[in-house]
Every structure is written in C-alpha cells, then in structure tokens.
C-alpha cells in the first residue's frame, strides 16, 4: 500500500514537471499572452484587452543564449508588434511597424511617406499621423538602420513611439500579435 501511495504522488509529480516544461517552451518559443496596458494603439487595441503574440514568426530567442530559432518571415510593415522597449528592458510595448531597415521614413501631412512615396496599405490611410517628437519632426526625413524598425502607435496623439525614441532594434522584437481573446465580444485576429 506504502508503495502505491508513492507512485501515485510520483505520477503526479511527473505529470505537474511536464505540464510546466511544457507550458515553458510554449512561452518561450510559441506563443504567449500579453494585457494592453494603454491606449496607444486604439481603436486596434484597447486598455485592458488580453491578446496572444506569436513569438516564432521573427524567430525565438532560445533564452538564457545569444541564440535565435530561424524565422517563418520577415517583418513586415503593417505588422502588429510586440517588442522590448529600446529604452527600459524591463518593459514590452506593442506598435504597428511602419519603417523597415534601410528605408526612409517621413510624416508629412498627417500621413506616412518611405522613400519619398506614400504607403499605398489600407490601415495607413485610416489614421492621422502627428509630427511630433525629435523623429517625427516636420519636415524630418529619418532613415531607419539595418537590423532596425520604425514603430508607431494607431492612436498617434497619444503614443510614445519611434517618433519620440527612435528604433527597435531587430533582436528586440517579441513576435506578432495574433488574436485579442478577451474580453469575449472584442475576440478578433489582430489586424
């Protein structure tokens, strides 16, 4: 009977050692869930809404090593990124890529103008841009460096974003928001 006892509580054991192994290197390398703690990035995110980033995109970092899994893809722009703010490790913050490594980026009359021509993406032309900040000047052509991005807020009379710090350095970036699963009437693929 003492020996049953003891393989039960073993069996259990084991199964709690996996289950957390498991849900690690799901965090680390899958997916992992994130609260928006602003509203920077209304009406695509608001305060308080719980959303899945997909961290295998851009390529997981293996943790504790200088190491990366290869990435599906590139980052795009357009995409909807959660990244290690470039100014505090300690913090993530969630933007919209506007500006890849190498490009030229420019605000211009409340729109987003690379290389000199203005984005043609839907979403782009749905939001005013303020000129503000010491890269998002009037007038202020920014080029973005290699291994770099451009990042800006949806809600850009409120957001701290490139336009005020700079550039995300590429081993910065998290991955992907992928879905808001909750509140429940707000579940959606993040666009």
């Known amino acids: 009977m ?28 899958v997916v992992q869930a994130f609260k928006i703690p602003t509203g920077s990035m209304r009406m695509t995110l608001i305060e308080g809404d719980l959303i899945l980033v997909n ?5 997981a970092k293996v943790p504790f090593t200088k190491f990366y899994l290869p990435q599906v893809r590139a980052p795009k722009r357009g995409d909807v990124v959660v990244f290690v703010y470039p100014e505090d490790k300690k913090k993530d913050f969630i933007k919209r890529l506007v500006g890849l490594p190498g ?8 729109s987003i103008y690379i290389n000199d021509l203005p984005v043609p993406e839907g979403i782009f ?59 429940p009437n707000r579940m959606r693929l993040v666009k």
């Open 2 to 29: 003492k020996n049953q006892k003891k393989s039960v509580w073993r069996d259990w054991l084991e199964s709690i050692v996996i289950a957390f192994l498991l849900a690690m290197v799901i965090r680390a390398f």
């Open 55 to 59: 961290k295998f995109i851009y390529g």
């Open 103 to 110: 490009e030229t980026v420019e605000i211009k009359g409340g």
């Open 125 to 183: 032309n749905q939001i005013y841009y303020y000129n503000r900040g010491e890269f998002g000047a009037e007038g202020k052509k920014i080029t973005v460096p290699l291994d770099s991005y451009f990042v800006l807020g949806d809600n850009s009379s409120s957001s701290k974003d490139s336009r005020y710090w700079g550039f995300v350095p590429k081993e910065n970036l998290l991955g992907q928001a992928l879905v808001i699963y909750w509140p």
